[in-house]
DNA sequence: AAAGTTTATTCAAACGTTTGAACTTTCGGT
DNA sequence: ACCGAAAGTTCAAACGTTTGAATAAACTTT
């Protein structure tokens, strides 16, 4: 005999209707001094003061579905994550919340694991639920979206859209600029995934930098990753493993280098791995730098020398804008960036020779 | 000049009421045709073909405020958290995920960050956006719940609540025989913080675990953790130093013991540091078991052994038993257990001696 | 003392659904 | 030819709010 959810004794709750009666006036009333409507500074005090505390009697608590039916504002947001379990999604997440929470609005997350279908589908799912805008991290829409929309990361220019990514130039001349410091001049590279929205505008800004400084990467010295493997996912183990058949890889090649740039911490781990494994110490005879400084690189020997991606404060800044633009109306469009930071711990060292 | 929201071109949505005027009946007929009511079976096959071409043709969605409103169904939960960018949520999180999506039921996740006070006015809050039930994790309820309430992680038992727990015994049991069985006879021991939901049960479970096996882990060998830091949170260096102050400290007792089982995987980072700075190799001198397996534990030198708990099957198994109660009417109540595996790797070796 | 104005409050429609009850039309049976 | 039932469809209320327009009462103004 399947019984109602409802069945748990839930006591029926306080309606506006309830606290009208119970402090003898019209709906109306209440609800224009409970929401401390313009208007309601027309009503005389007494009457306001005997709203207030039959609502606090009764303990009156709105019904957000009927208030958002009727006022059309609902104050959620969709955030599209390519991978909930990801530490890339998490860091981004915490500070999206940090900056939802005080403002009073709520969000629904779905992943979109990278799959182009799932993410339209999701777009359209959370249309449905009423969502007042979308946050997109880590993913490249198809096109424009209907709802306003930030997204974090990497992402072409798409008119009325807001993008807050990472400094790829910087990151990449702060890496470079310390390695060239160290007197180092051949570089090996890792680059990211083709799928990954980082990857291009990365390698892009690595090149750059590299020209700048006059530092040579060979083109048998750069390897794409065939795999996304992000931080600290349940699935590193595949970036680790791909890191280090790209490090023996790179060895093997027999080009010199003096220097391993990977495109984030999991695959410079690996990578490490097999040069420690081949006899090379690291950073004396090659240096690593990581990208994404996930929290177990400090305990890592050597410890990793990486990027850090201020992943909280990308969130932040998306959620700010776009509840700024949601509530005030600022209007929406451009690349916001943000700094990375270079962590120098003990994978790099000076060029040896 | 503030710009409404509603100002982007948002093409007014297609109501019921537009498909009944395209299909030329009326709005009940339409509502009853898309939703496959019994009722709808009465209806002539002709008008229903006409029904489903019009809101196909105008691209019918439906209203969710509108329909929860009316229907009092929401189909949507609340997520408490402890934290959003911890390793443990994340894992819990994306097992609730993958459960939860196929049913058709949206989560609001809100983080209590451990403290009580932003607990009950989390779910307040929750309860307010008409959610119809509750996942909890890694907190412990002041005491029962007006709605369906599925817990993850230790929590002393609460009338219709489920709770879905790590089997501590068997974790206990498993890593103490490995390390009975590799000769250990005296265990230095980390303890959780006393705030931590799983600190009393697993210590219990140790406890019994070592009487069991005849095991000695005398008191001053046991040291309880002052602060959280689980997992692959971003505040994880704090867990590696109190780890490794730890670690230091137990060598200073002088007592004599050959292996430590700590309460996570941070700390027995932190503590094998400390050994391996004193000049005990690990595991030679000194075998070290952790718990939670993160994602990188397989990369560290030495790899950790450790105990893994099945995060994604919890969330799963949590979200299941919710939904099961809401859509079925299954009652709620008691414990689920969920069994721990451990990950041998090469933190432990024989006893020395 | 009628007309106008201000002050305080309420009416009632609307938001987009779902659903119990009511209404037509058609039909088979007498 | 009439009745009762079956078949097909619609009415209208309800879910709990918000808000433009309306009302009533009290107070000015002339």
Redesign the pocket.
């Known amino acids: 005999m399947p019984k109602s959810p409802k069945s748990t004794a839930q006591s ?9 009666a119970h402090a ?9 001094v ?2 401390g ?1 313009p ?10 003061e005997r709203v207030l505390v039959a609502a606090g009697e009764l303990g ?4 957000y ?3 958002s ?4 504002r609902t104050y959620s947001l969709g955030v599209l994550v390519p991978e909930i379990s990801e530490g890339y999604t998490a860091g981004v997440m915490s500070g999206i919340e940090a900056e939802l929470e005080p403002a009073g609005y709520t969000y629904l997350m779905v992943s979109h694991h990278s799959r182009a279908t799932k993410l339209e589908e999701s777009i359209r799912f959370l249309e449905d639920r009423g969502v007042e805008g979308l946050l997109v991290i880590g993913a490249e829409l198809p096109g424009p979206v209907a709802l306003p929309t930030v997204a974090v990361s990497g992402h072409r220019p798409i008119p009325g859209m807001t993008t807050v990514a990472l400094n790829h130039d910087a990151a990449a001349r702060g890496a470079l600029a310390h390695l060239h410091d160290l007197g180092h001049r051949r570089l090996a590279v890792i680059r990211g995934y083709a799928g990954n929205v980082d990857a291009g505008d990365r390698w892009r800004a690595i090149q750059g930098a590299a020209r700048e400084l006059d530092l040579e990467i060979p083109p048998k010295l750069t390897v794409e990753l065939r795999s996304r493997s992000y931080g600290e996912s349940f699935d590193s183990e595949g970036g680790y493993r791909e890191g280090f058949t790209i490090g023996r890889r790179l060895l093997e090649t027999g080009e010199g280098f003096t220097a391993l740039f990977a495109f984030n911490d999991i695959t410079a781990i690996g990578a490490t791995r097999a040069f420690l494994d081949a006899g090379l110490a690291v950073p004396q005879a090659l240096s690593v730098v990581g990208f994404d400084d996930l929290g177990v690189t400090p305990f890592l020997n050597p410890r990793l020398t990486t990027v850090r991606q201020p992943l909280r404060d990308m969130g932040q800044a998306a959620a700010r804008h776009l509840i700024s633009h949601l509530d005030g109306g600022t209007p929406l469009g451009g690349r916001r960036l943000v700094e990375p930071q270079l962590i120098i711990r003990d994978s790099t060292g000076p060029a040896p020779g």
Not at 60 to 63: A, E, I, K, L
Not at 69 to 72: A, D, F, N, P, W
């Open positions: 029926p709750r306080v309606r506006l209707k309830d606290v009208a003898g006036v019209s709906v109306s009333t209440v609800s224009l409970l929401n409507a208007r309601a500074e027309a009503l005389a005090a007494d009457t306001r009156y608590r709105p019904n579905l009927a208030r039916l009727r006022g059309k």
